[in-house]
């Protein structure tokens, strides 16, 4: 059974930083891409930093220069160090295995999820 659980979300002010961390288990960890999501209230869920099994790294253009995703397979684990944060990074973010376009489908799965709240 393939679990993954999120930490590290919470209330932090503009400007301020975050560090979400996601544990695996159930998974060969270090064969898979893993990604990180978010979604705010109203909006789709989009694909935020993705980091493939040899440690390539992509993220979506409002986020770069701001947040670095990782990970440590010694762990099982991937972060999400977020820098510079701004109201518009509020949402519940989730991590995945093989996020769409970097795996396959059948190796999708989701965390729970964790809240992010930026304040001005």
């Known amino acids: 059974q393939v679990q993954l659980v999120e930490s590290g979300g919470g209330l932090v002010q503009a400007g301020g930083s975050l560090r979400l961390s996601c544990a695996a288990s159930g998974i060969s960890f270090s064969g898979h891409a893993m990604g990180w999501h978010r979604q705010a209230p109203g909006k789709q869920r989009e694909l935020v930093a993705v980091i493939t099994r040899g440690g390539s790294t992509d993220y979506a253009d409002s986020v770069k220069g701001r947040f670095t995703i990782s990970r440590d397979n010694a762990k099982n684990t991937v972060y999400l160090q977020m820098n510079g944060l701004k109201l518009e990074d509020t949402a519940v973010y989730y991590c995945?295995?093989?996020?769409?376009?970097?795996?396959?489908?059948?190796?999708?799965?989701w965390g729970q999820g964790t809240q992010v709240t930026v304040s001005s």
């Open positions: 995945s295995t093989d996020p769409p376009g970097y795996g396959l489908e059948r190796f999708l799965y």
